[in-house]
Nanobody, 119 residues
Framework: QVQLVESGGGLVQPGGSLRLSCVAS????????MGWFRRTPREQRELVAT???????VYADSVKGRFTISRNDRGDTVYLQMNSLKPEDTAVYYC?????????????WGQGTQVTVSS
């Protein structure tokens, strides 16, 4: 099994910054692509950013130039640096990991961390 633990959410004023972290742990960790998704009160879950094992990245148009996704050298931790935050960034942010173990691919999700951007 693989567990994802997120941290770093909170309340921030517009224009501020936050850094989210997500650590993958467990006996079957062999993570390839990791990413961040978010869900607002009125929308479906949407992609924010992803990063592959080779460090290729994809961003939603709405966060390009403001958010940066990265991974540690071991590849089991993913970060999301969020700058110039806007009220519309308010959402629950979820970490996702695509894991390959014993011939099978499995997607794992974190429990979610709340980000609120408000003055």
């Amino acid at each position: 099994q693989v567990q994802l633990v997120e941290s770093g959410g909170g309340l921030v004023q517009p224009g501020g910054s936050l850094r989210l972290s997500c650590v993958a742990s467990g006996s079957q960790v062999n993570v390839y692509t990791m990413g961040w998704f978010r869900r607002t009160p009125r929308e479906q879950r949407e992609l924010v950013a992803t990063i592959t094992h080779g460090r290729s990245t994809v961003y939603a148009d709405s966060v390009k130039g403001r958010f940066t996704i990265s991974r540690n050298d071991r590849g089991d931790t993913v970060y999301l640096q969020m700058n110039s935050l806007k009220p519309e960034d308010t959402a629950v942010y979820y970490c996702k990991a695509e894991n390959y173990y014993s011939g099978s691919w499995t997607d794992y999700w974190g429990q979610g961390t709340q980000v609120t951007v408000s003055s």
